[in-house]
């Protein structure tokens, strides 16, 4: 077992030392920013404490920083995405005001459901995966999926005999994450599986979804009126729905810079 002597230490070997007792002790972040700090300390004539704190301060907020990401990695995400990228002026369908209220988690913490109705091209993903990776950030265990991945992945389980494990599995993140939902119509024993999934979840943790198909179209999805409704039910009873409208900003931003390109080689032709 090393021993750390206190006095009578060089600089350099207080440095040593104090490397030595980081790695040890796990704290990479007071490892790699110690001299730094105290340089920064002794120009500011910080006092011990401030000096102390400053240090463990750094090594938290790192700390916090690493497992944001490890959580948002576990959550599979196909891309990245913000809320501060997404363009609420291209959409006015959405109010922004009920989306950084949703970004708080909030609903997450209550296990209440999310639903974003639209077209395609109307900003549904792109908020489905930000507010899911502010659930991340808060803290909670957040799974993302396709539906369709969703469902056969439970006719796989299903068929191997694992349908009550996978089924748990589901149940146990605290955000729950349904991309695509209505973009092909399910068979009875696909919807009925995924209904299981949300049975398994109903308030106790949270589901958001994103579908390009109105409740009332959800009949061609789900083509069993009964099922249908129970589904409804699981994913809108007490929760928020998010209509974001029918025009596709993304076929207008692709139609404007098709304009702008167009009148460049006009006006250098």
């Known amino acids: 077992m090393t021993t750390f ?8 070997a207080a440095e040593a030392s104090i490397y030595a007792a980081c790695q040890r002790l796990r704290l990479p972040t007071m490892r790699g920013q110690f001299t730094d700090l105290a340089g920064r300390a002794a120009r500011d004539q910080m006092s011990y404490l401030g000096f102390l704190a400053e240090l463990l301060l750094a090594e938290c907020d790192d700390r916090d920083r690493r497992t944001s990401e490890r959580r948002i990695k576990a959550a599979g995400f196909p891309r990245q995405k913000s809320l501060r990228e997404f363009d609420f002026e291209a959409n006015p369908n959405i109010d922004p005001a009920v989306i950084h209220t949703l970004a ?6 209550k296990s209440l459901p999310l639903c974003l109705i639209g077209d395609s091209g109307t900003g549904k993903s792109h908020l489905l995966i930000s507010l899911g990776t502010e659930a991340a950030m808060a803290g909670f265990k957040v799974k993302y999926t396709l539906a369709a991945k969703l469902v056969n992945e439970l006719v ?25 939902l209505g973009y092909m119509e399910l068979d009875r024993h696909g919807a009925e599986l995924l209904f299981q999934v949300l049975t398994e979840r109903e308030e106790t943790n949270s589901v958001a979804i994103a579908s390009n198909e109105s409740f009332s179209g959800w009949t061609k999805t789900f083509t069993e009126p009964r099922l249908c409704a129970a589904i409804v039910d699981r994913l809108t009873y007490g929760g928020n729905i998010i209509e974001t409208g029918t025009d596709s900003y993304r076929l207008a931003q692709t139609r404007a810079q098709a304009d702008i390109t167009a009148g460049q080689k006009r006006a250098t032709g």
């Open 5 to 12: 002597h206190r006095r009578g230490l060089t600089e350099e």
């Open 104 to 109: 708080t988690s909030d609903w997450v913490r």
């Open 156 to 180: 796989e389980a299903a068929d191997e005999k694992v349908l009550t494990k996978t089924i748990a599995r589901y149940g146990r993140v605290d955000l729950l994450c349904i991309d695509e």
